[in-house]
């Protein structure tokens, strides 16, 4: 299955085959989350979406090694007019030391991602441990004749970069199209070229996080921590880099500019971006102050929140939509989300309860290539989800008798749910182990052997009405031909 996976190249803009550089050892680099404050739901989006990647690789057998860096210095886009250091602003106003900040968010941030249930990256790389490796890197762009100094910054000079290797290619867009969208350079300036960005920014007296430099004390640039760091783990030319689709134009663009310039080769083979999550339409955004905190949605504490909703309620949602397309947050939606994922949680335990026939009823060898099919798909988990339903209701039709699963058909089913929807998807139960459900399955237990006691002495009424009972608090039993089942309706 190895060989079949297609993805979609953002550089191309075509869906490729997977061919790695180096097929010994995959590298995945995603740009992580900037730690001055909580992730919002729309930043779990993106990193949701790339954990499902890691998975299904890791499942297909790649050795992969993933890097997801934390942004925890500096965060300015442009050169140094543009906003403060947001670590030192936010350290300000909570009080705290810039690397309380950090720590803070950091911590916060693990939290979450344990909460989706992703795994963690093999090398969770910070910005300010990598403050030589970003300075020899501006060293070696300087002296290839790409950047310049003044008064202690050091910017990027895009144009001549544009004239040997082309500059906005990950955005399709040619450099007088860019010039033409940014503002004229005023006296103020003091870098050359409109689109030239800062690679080391010169300290100001109030500047907290500050580094030495050949330049004089001061903090790196974004950029130039993803190029440092992806380089340094992953090497020269690796495989896929990821991030949100608003990095595209500016952060990547910037990435490649850098690391070309550098090393003059192509830093990445497959460019990969996660389309956005939106409340209403509009991006959710730490800015727009329409961000979810991840907290206040498993709460319900919120005033667009009509209830709280569980992790994997949420996982699921996000896995119900491609990663390229936009997905739009909605109470129906989540809700919706939420009784999917239980109805594929009790298929599961369904099948364990499934007695095998000497027939077989499905065609287990298609309903596998299907699920690889959609994968392979440019990771087309919805598809795959679908694929799922379908199963779901043939496990259904199974537990009623209407069609029969031979113990092959059990065993092989049993594999592609643990493959696609705990392996791949990334989905787990959230019921089982609490001491509450442990209780109610004993409790139930208790309940069937007593209404089958009173079956026996042949007093249906009784054991009618207990059945009736059970069903107005959503329990249904269901009487097979080897027992009594029971299950909540969801
Ligand atoms: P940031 O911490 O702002 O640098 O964002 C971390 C990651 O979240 C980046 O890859 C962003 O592209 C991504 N991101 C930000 N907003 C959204 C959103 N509304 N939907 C999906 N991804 C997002
Ligand atoms: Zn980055």
């Avoid at 300015?76 to 690397?99: H, I």
């Avoid at 339903?389 to 029969?404: C, L, M, V, Y």
């Avoid at 006691?453 to 039993?477: M, P």
Wanted: hydrophobic share 35%; charged share 25%; net charge negative.
């Amino acid at each position: 299955m190895q060989n079949q996976l297609t993805l979609f190249n953002t550089l191309s803009r075509t869906k490729e085959k997977f061919e790695p550089v180096n097929p010994g050892l995959v590298g995945l680099y995603v740009c992580g989350p900037t730690v001055y404050s909580d992730v919002h739901l729309g930043n779990c989006r993106t990193f949701i979406s790339f954990d499902l990647i890691y998975r299904y690789l890791l499942h297909l057998g790649f050795k992969v090694r993933y890097v997801r860096n934390i942004t925890d210095a500096g965060h300015l886009e442009g050169d140094r007019d543009e906003g403060d250091d947001k670590f030192a602003k936010k350290a300000k106003l909570e009080q705290l030391e810039p690397m309380e900040i950090v720590q803070k968010y950091t911590l916060g941030f693990h939290d979450v991602m344990q909460a989706f249930n992703t795994l963690p990256p093999s090398i969770e790389p910070t910005a300010t441990g990598h403050i030589c490796e970003q300075i020899e890197m501006i060293k070696e762009i300087i002296s290839k004749g790409y950047a310049y100094e003044i008064n202690g910054t050091v910017y990027f000079d895009v144009e001549k970069y544009n004239k040997e290797f082309p500059y906005g290619q990950l955005t399709n867009r040619k450099l007088e199209d860019l010039l033409e969208g940014t503002r004229e350079l005023s006296g103020q300036d003091e870098k050359r070229g409109r689109l030239d960005f800062a690679l080391w920014i010169g300290a100001k007296p109030e500047t907290l996080m500050r580094w030495p430099s050949p330049w004089g004390w001061g903090f790196p640039g974004w950029h130039i921590e993803c190029s440092a760091m992806s380089s340094k783990y992953l090497g020269n030319t690796f495989d896929i880099h990821g991030g949100g689709m608003d990095l595209q134009a500016t952060h990547h663009t910037n990435e490649i500019a850098q690391s070309q310039a550098c090393n003059h080769k192509s830093p990445v083979k497959y460019w990969m971006h996660t389309n956005m999550l939106t409340v209403n339409g509009v991006r959710m955004s730490k800015t727009a102050g329409n961000g979810f905190l991840p907290g206040e949605l498993f709460t319900g504490n919120h005033p667009l929140l009509e209830k709280g909703y569980s992790p994997m309620g949420v996982r699921f949602f996000m896995m119900q939509s491609h990663y390229r397309s936009t997905l739009d947050f909605s109470n129906e939606a989540l809700q919706a989300s939420e009784k999917g994922y239980a109805r594929l949680m009790t298929a599961i335990k369904t099948l364990e309860k499934i007695k095998p026939s000497s027939n077989s009823g499905i065609f287990l060898n298609e309903r596998i290539k299907a699920c690889y099919d959609a994968m392979n798909d440019d990771f087309n988990s919805p598809v795959l989800i679908a694929e799922l339903f379908e199963i779901t209701r043939e496990i259904n039709s199974a537990n009623d008798g209407k069609i029969s699963f031979s113990e092959s058909d059990i065993k092989g089913l049993k594999k592609l749910m643990h493959n696609f929807v705990f392996d791949v998807l990334g989905l787990k139960s959230e019921s089982s182990n609490t001491s509450k459900d442990k209780a109610l399955q004993g409790v139930m237990e208790i309940i069937l052997e007593i209404r089958k006691e009173i079956k026996t002495k042949k007093d249906f009424a009784s054991s009618d009405k207990l059945r009736d009972d059970l069903k107005k608090i959503n329990i249904t039993i269901k009487d097979t031909k080897d027992g009594a089942t029971w299950s909540i309706e969801e």
